[in-house]
């Protein structure tokens, strides 16, 4: 925590300070009872009466604006902390590779994000500045009741260390349920993600019980949670209270039985008192700041994990638009123990249309998203131009290409910002004439407020194809020259599919292409066909040779129509 809060060391200095100011004048408190008691009531110096109620009033007034400031400026650099926090996260997040964050769900990134850091926040605002505050503030007490008779305050100090050690212990109980409870917050938020994106098969399916049941077991397991760190918590102020029991009896007993003696003056007595009992109030909000420490630490432990993940790596050199094109060096790759690409060779030269096909599970698209390393070879190499893609700097090389899938992704935004999210900054006019080109134009103009209508939700209230015509509006105005098709067209009705193919084609002129398909005309007429299976290439060649050599290209044109037209 001291790490984070480094950037916002002028404003704790500050605070420091300022706690330092209020300290003293608490302690002044317990300082004024000897001289009030000795040299006011007993030596009967009433005179000095009608000050006692204005320095009273002048202490409670300046310690409480100390305090005052201190707080706001703790609280301050807590919100700054906790904001700086959540976008060093969210930057984090951007930049891991897919192979991590697929590994973790949508949910829990989300919680670690929003959850997580939420829980951080009282602990700069509200646990340091106590610690800084009420520590101080012991300090001074202590100082000054054993000044004023170093035995008796000894002797009530004795109990300091069953508070400290019985702090620590609770407060190490508080965090091991305080990450529970975090773990099981972010099982709560997955549920939630994952049943609103799957609404449509929870209503369908009649699973609107199962998810129900599932959720309250998920929220009373975090009330449990809760309640574990309720009871560590105030497990810690009931042992503090006791303490003070303990110390005020002893100081009671020891100090009476001094002044009844002669070797001490009811003054220093009630002055020690004082301090010792105004000792406890600020070590009992010690011992609470102290067990959130330890329980915010919980909450600490699942950022950091998420900061310990390893980032995208890229080379240092700038990738150009291919000249000699791309080729596969004997490339393997697994998700986890099972291959899903074995040995794979192949060369797609640069400008031309190399088209992927093959059953279901074959590693079609797990080919094509080594390309903008989306993941990386576990065996081999993907080389463009003759250089590893590994060389080269990822911005660079993922300037170079395009991508138009069956999962089209919409924003929550306009459709002008979904198509110029392929080219920030891209004017009006661009966007437009990207749209004309993707056949496009005409039905954004029959929406409500035409490009400056928001799509909601992944463009809930658009069909298929022209979710797909403005992807590929969206790859048009990039302009890359490597463009990838996966299935672009597989979930498309016969009208859809024409409209869309019809712009395809417009894309796909002058670029390397890589094209996964299953009933695109665009395979035919490809340069290179290339047939998998299992995770290998089987055949490659023009579509009549395959016809003729490929039995399994053959049943796939056969029974799958492979293309709707030949």
């Known amino acids: 925590m001291l790490a984070l809060a480094r950037p916002y060391w002028g404003l704790l200095l500050v605070a420091v300070f300022l706690s330092f100011i209020a300290s003293l004048f608490s302690g002044s408190i317990a300082w004024l009872v000897k001289p009030v008691l000795d040299h006011i009531f007993l030596a ?32 301050l650099a807590a919100l700054r902390l906790v904001n700086d926090l959540r976008f060093r996260l969210y930057e984090k997040i951007l930049k891991l590779p ?46 000054i009741a054993l000044y004023r008779r170093f035995d008796l305050a000894l002797l009530a100090l ?18 091991r349920a305080r990450l529970l409870a975090q773990q099981e917050m972010a099982n709560v938020t997955h549920q939630v993600t994952e049943s609103l994106q799957g609404l449509t098969e929870v209503k369908v399916y009649l699973q609107e019980k199962y998810f129900l049941t599932r959720f309250r077991e998920k929220l009373a397991n975090y009330l449990r949670h809760l309640l574990r760190v309720t009871k560590y918590r105030e497990g810690s102020r009931l042992l503090v209270d006791l303490m003070t029991g303990l110390g005020g009896a002893l ?26 009992l105004m000792i406890f109030s600020p070590l009992r909000r010690i011992s609470r700041a102290y067990t959130g420490l330890y329980d915010a630490s919980a909450a600490l432990e699942r950022v950091e994990e998420v900061f310990s993940y390893p980032e995208e790596k890229g080379g240092s050199k700038e990738a150009h638009p291919p000249r000699e094109g791309l080729r596969f060096e004997k490339v ?10 074995r040995g794979i060779e192949l060369e797609i030269p640069a400008g031309k249309v190399v088209a ?25 190499k993907v080389l463009l131009d003759g250089g590893d893609l590994r060389e080269f700097d990822l911005a660079s090389l993922r300037r170079l290409i395009g991508l138009v899938s069956q999962d089209i992704f919409l924003f929550n ?71 990838i098709l996966d299935e672009a067209t597989s979930h498309l009705d016969a009208v859809s599919e024409q409209k869309v193919q019809e712009a395809l084609e417009k894309l796909m002129v002058g670029r390397t292409t890589i094209v996964i398909a299953h009933r695109l005309s665009t395979v035919t007429r490809a340069d290179l066909l290339v047939v998998m299976d299992r995770g290998r290439i089987v055949a490659k060649g023009r579509h009549e040779e395959l016809l003729k050599t490929s039995p399994l290209y053959r049943e796939l044109y056969e029974t799958l129509g492979l293309v709707a037209a030949s």
């Open 44 to 75: 009967r110096n009433y005179e000095y009466l009608h000050l006692l109620p204005l320095v009273v009033i002048a202490i409670f007034c300046l310690r409480g604006l100390s305090a005052f400031f201190q707080a706001y400026l703790m609280r």
């Open 98 to 143: 897919l192979k991590e964050v697929s590994s973790e769900t949508t949910g829990r990134l989300v919680s670690r994000v929003i959850n997580d850091t939420t829980a951080l926040e009282p602990v700069l605002g509200d646990m340091f500045r106590t610690l800084m505050l009420e520590g101080l503030t012991v300090m001074t007490l202590v100082a």
């Open 158 to 175: 004795t109990v300091f260390p069953v508070v400290a050690i019985g702090a620590r212990k609770l407060g190490g109980k508080a965090r």
């Open 251 to 276: 100081v009671f007993t020891y100090g009476g039985y001094l002044v009844i003696r002669g070797q001490m003056t009811p003054g220093d007595f009630f002055s020690v008192l004082t301090a010792i």
């Open 332 to 341: 393997s790759f697994r998700y986890n123990q099972d291959y899903v690409l």
């Open 356 to 380: 992927l096909v093959g059953p279901s599970g074959a590693g079609k698209s797990t080919l094509v998203s080594l390309i903008p390393r989306f993941y990386d070879p576990t065996e081999g």
């Open 413 to 483: 935004a306009t459709v002008y910002e979904n198509i110029a999210f392929g080219k920030p900054g891209a004017t009006r006019e661009e966007v437009i004439a990207a749209a004309k080109l993707a056949y496009a134009h005409e039905f954004i103009m029959r929406l409500p407020q035409g490009y400056d209508t928001i799509l909601g939700h992944k463009g809930f209230s658009l069909s298929g194809g022209q979710k797909q015509r403005l992807a590929i509006a969206r790859a048009i105005l990039k302009n890359p020259p490597i463009l």
